[in-house]
């Protein structure tokens, strides 16, 4: 099973091209990929709705957006009101049904200056060659690393409930003919799940050490139920964003994917593709078998 996880810059590359299809061609091979960076209705990108044209030109992929961001967008013609949203998120596209979805809204903090955006993680349960498994696209905070902490905590506090609080729906339907649940019987809400996204932060930073635990007399201790950096289980030391400051080529990793210890022993080989343009990030893989 071969992962992708892609910050698309909504579109524009590293050499300030808009072109999204450049972001799309790199699927092919893919099962499972995590977007961030998807946008609808900007006029940056033309006003075009994104993840609309990502279906289209990825036709073999089941598909599901979460915006975090969303404002108005609309119009005024011949009187009438067009409804329209700006909005600004994650997306997952997968070989497999999308058995449900969930759009969490990370904690944010009210800045003064810069400017800060809500954050999203979006989560997808998908019935994987593996098993069930819930995968997340997600995007942390650029500001700073109190905000990325708070987020991080609210997700590992969804993480160790999830199994406690289930899916979108449970229990069974007392009112059949409403016909809430099409028939089908409570959805599988395993514990195991893949995080994979733009994380903003560089391995050996407190955020990421929160992620997996710090165990530093057992460096290999895995924590049950809790999460493995693939990147460095499999010993690999990688890039996968590229900025140009004052005139120095930075590299650096800000893109992750972390499993729950039940899987780590199925991770096979994590790497990313430097010489790709389509964004500011590199596209980060993750095979698992």
């Known amino acids: 099973m071969r992962l992708l996880s892609y910050n698309i810059q909504y579109g524009f590359g590293s050499d300030g091209i808009y072109d999204l299809s450049r972001a799309v061609r790199l699927f092919d091979g893919a099962d499972i990929i995590a977007l961030q960076e998807v946008e609808r209705h900007w006029s940056r990108s033309g006003f075009d709705d994104q993840p609309a044209l990502i279906e289209a030109m990825a036709p073999s992929f089941y598909t599901a957006y979460g915006p975090a961001f969303d404002m108005d967008a609309s119009t005024l013609q011949e009187g009438r009101v067009v409804n329209r949203r700006r909005q600004f998120g994650t997306m997952i596209l ?9 759009l969490h809204l ?3 903090r009210r800045m003064l200056s810069p400017l800060n955006t809500q954050n999203p993680a979006l989560e997808a349960m998908i019935d994987t060659p593996l098993g069930p498994l819930r995968v997340f696209s997600i995007h942390l905070a650029h500001v700073g690393v109190q905000e990325r902490l708070m987020q991080i905590e609210h997700l590992l506090a969804l993480h160790h409930n999830a199994t406690a609080t289930g899916g979108p729906w449970s229990g069974i339907d007392d009112e059949p003919s409403r016909n809430w649940t099409e028939g ?3 959805p599988a809400c395993p514990q195991a799940a893949i995080w994979l996204g733009d994380f903003n932060c560089e391995p050996g930073s407190a955020e990421l050490a929160r992620i997996t635990g710090s165990t530093p007399y057992h460096p290999g201790a895995r924590y049950a139920g809790g999460f493995v950096d693939a990147t460095a289980h499999l010993g690999q030391s990688l890039h996968s964003h590229r900025k140009d400051i004052a005139g120095q080529d930075l590299l ?3 893109d992750h994917c972390f499993v729950t210890a039940d899987l780590a022993p199925a991770l096979r080989a994590v790497w990313t593709e430097p010489a790709q343009i389509a964004s500011d990030h590199f596209p980060l893989w993750v095979d698992l078998g």
Not at 94 to 102: E, H, K, M, N, V
Request: glycine share 0%; no cysteine.
């Open 184 to 186: 089908q019987p409570e």
């Open 252 to 254: 650096r990793q800000l």
């Open 106 to 108: 990370l904690p944010m």
């Open 94 to 102: 997968s070989r497999w049904p999308i058995l449900w979805t969930r």
